[in-house]
């Protein structure tokens, strides 16, 4: 174990974040200001850093439409100085952030009490909804707040319990990859804040039981909150798609708040997501506010305080366009071609579906060969895919960039060659950077992982 992971700190340190060609890191302010031409010029030179091919991305690009970038970058520009801290100066940006959210809270059948926040993205919103269930455990005379989760639940929350010092139950998922609700009824107790389900989760795409979690909730009190980040914009309209669903929204009485990203499937720019809350009163349990500040009365509803008015105004941009019939049209499309992909993969041999996909992600694994062989080879064909672990397996989101007609028969062709390829091969393993993958799961020392990705920020931050 020693050895891989000092392969993994060497080839960090050798190969990862190189350069290419010419190009150097600027690291002082230039004296004299450069042209606006200049700066243009070095940005063309630093994009040949990138190197993919948009329909072989799972998850990293969500739509396609050139419309919707025009319209975005317009809007930005609009508003790109306003700052929502400053409402009384910026009340048109104020007005853009409110509609924002309360299509959201209507997006899940919220009452007319319903009201939320644009936040910077799906972890953010997420902290802020533990941060309020947090807040309202501390009211109620909670000292040690628990929140409970299934371990599929995203890391996020993982981050939001270390931040405000909650401690983090983690529920184990059974052989079909759903919660054990037996089991997450056992672990709650008095010091339970709050309940925690996906629709849909991120590892396996599956949807909690979020009825019968809500149905906890009531029966013992406790805030439940839905997260809908990733697939938040494909499961509100299902639906009306023909797509039968549990409930999930508003409409259960134990759910609190929900989550929801408008830079994923809402189709706008990074740098965006909402949460929305039942009512105002839970709602503010995620404020701060310090009175006392010699420099004024301070308070602000996120954890920012300056916040971009010109990425908000491009989801509210970006709603409007796409309009409620766009959205049920795109998550037609990603629904079906989503459903495809998981039959097409449990036709090929070797391979076994992670539960059973019906929204927007696929993950897959074998019990045949090592599966980080497949991923290496599939890597080597410049697909760029995501991975689980405890089980390792593959996993690939959907998006509007593979809804062509074309593009399922040509993943489909490589994930069977590949597979084939392992199957006349069943003992060999994989190597390099693939292997770390497999190897990485093994390691009883999670300190040592840790360690691993420390190193990687402190690489993604360095310019010698």
């Known amino acids: 174990v020693e050895e891989k992971v000092k392969e993994a700190r060497d080839d960090i340190n050798d190969n990862l974040f190189q350069l290419r060609g010419d190009l150097t890191y ?42 919707i970038t025009e319209l975005a ?63 309202h455990a501390y009211a ?12 599929t639940a995203h890391a996020a929350f993982d981050k939001a319990c270390f931040y405000f010092r909650v401690k ?6 059974d052989k079909s990859f759903h919660v054990n609700l037996s089991k997450m009824k056992r672990a709650i107790n008095r010091n339970t804040c709050l309940l925690v389900g996906s629709f849909p989760e991120f590892p396996y795409g599956l949807l909690d039981p979020i009825e019968q979690i809500s149905a906890l909730g009531v029966e013992y009190d406790i ?33 609190m708040s929900i989550s929801c990203d408008t830079h994923k499937y809402g189709y706008a720019p990074k740098g965006t997501s909402t949460l929305v809350f039942r009512s105002p009163e839970y709602m503010q349990n995620m404020y701060f506010s310090q009175p006392d500040w010699p420099g004024g009365i301070y308070a602000t509803p996120t954890t920012g305080g300056s916040r971009s008015g010109g990425i908000i105004a491009t989801a509210w941009a970006t709603m ?6 766009g959205y049920i049209e795109a998550s037609e499309k990603i629904v079906r071609t989503t459903q495809a992909l998981a039959h097409g993969i449990s036709e090929i041999d ?30 080597k064909r410049r697909w760029f895919l995501g991975t ?5 397996g593959i996993h690939f989101t959907v998006t509007m960039k593979h809804v062509e007609p074309d593009w399922l028969p040509s993943f489909l062709n490589d994930i069977k060659e590949t597979a084939d390829i392992c199957m006349q091969s069943r003992h060999e393993k994989a190597r390099g950077q693939a292997a770390m993958y497999g190897m990485s799961q093994t390691v009883p020392d999670r300190s040592l992982i840790q360690e691993i990705t420390y190193l990687f920020w402190h690489k993604y931050c360095r310019t010698y």
């Open 26 to 67: 600027s690291t002082h302010i230039p004296f004299e200001g450069l042209s606006a031409d200049t700066i243009m010029d070095k940005l063309h030179q630093y994009s040949k850093l990138d190197d993919y091919d948009d329909e072989k991305l799972s998850g990293q690009v969500y739509q396609n439409n050139k419309e």
């Open 73 to 135: 970058t317009r809007a930005f520009n609009y508003h790109s100085y306003s700052n929502p801290l400053h409402a009384d100066v910026f009340q048109d940006i104020r007005k853009i952030e409110a509609e924002t959210a309360k299509f959201v809270c209507n997006m899940f059948k919220g009452g007319p009490d319903s009201q939320g926040i644009v936040t910077t993205g799906g972890s953010e919103s997420l902290l802020l909804a533990v941060l309020a269930a947090r807040n």
């Open 140 to 151: 109620r005379g909670i000292r040690y707040p628990e929140l409970v989760m299934p371990v």
């Open 168 to 173: 983090a139950v983690h529920v184990q998922v």
């Open 223 to 255: 805030p439940v909150h839905v997260d809908a980040c990733l697939g938040g914009f494909v499961v509100a309209f299902m639906e009306k798609c023909g797509h039968k669903l549990p409930k999930f929204d508003f409409t259960l009485p134990g759910v």
């Open 320 to 325: 409007l366009f796409v309009g409620e019939k």
């Open 350 to 379: 070797g391979l076994v579906l992670m539960g059973d996909p019906k929204v927007c992600v696929v993950s897959w694994t074998s019990d045949m060969f090592d599966i980080w062989r497949q991923y290496e080879m599939l890597t």
């Open 388 to 392: 689980t672990q405890f089980p390792g």
